[in-house]
């Protein structure tokens, strides 16, 4: 099971960081990738971690802006997102799929275990 934590809502130029925490399964066998689902627009991949083999993903919508980072010890994976955009508003969700190299950025179809998403909205 997976847990996204930590939307809210953020000013442009501001950051945010999300969280998710799984249970059930140790995170360093698995890549942990982010979606976020704007209203009206498809699910989107913008990064993935797969920490045991040091591969890291970033969407070019995201690279330089966001950060995908990996705890092992509490067995959770957070996404620091900094110069943020109102088009970055939409729903964010963490993923999981087996230890492993995937397309970049992330589809969704390669991903098995979903947490519920966490709103993140950008506005002044």
């Known amino acids: 099971q997976l ?15 999300l969280s998710c925490a799984a249970s059930g399964f140790t995170f360093d066998d698995f890549a942990i990738a982010w979606f976020r689902q704007a209203p009206g627009k498809e699910r989107q991949g913008i990064l993935y971690i797969s920490s045991k083999i040091g591969v890291t993903c970033y969407a070019d919508s995201v690279k330089g802006r966001f950060t995908i980072s990996s705890d092992n010890a ?50 002044s």
């Open 74 to 123: 509490k067995n959770a994976v957070y996404l620091q997102m900094n110069s943020l955009k109102p088009e970055d508003t939409a729903v964010y969700y963490c993923a999981a799929a087996q230890g492993g190299i995937y397309s970049c950025p992330p589809r969704s179809a390669d991903f098995d275990y979903w947490g519920q998403g966490t709103q993140v909205t950008v506005s």
């Open 3 to 17: 847990q996204a934590s930590g939307g809210g809502l953020v000013q442009p130029g501001g950051s945010l960081t």
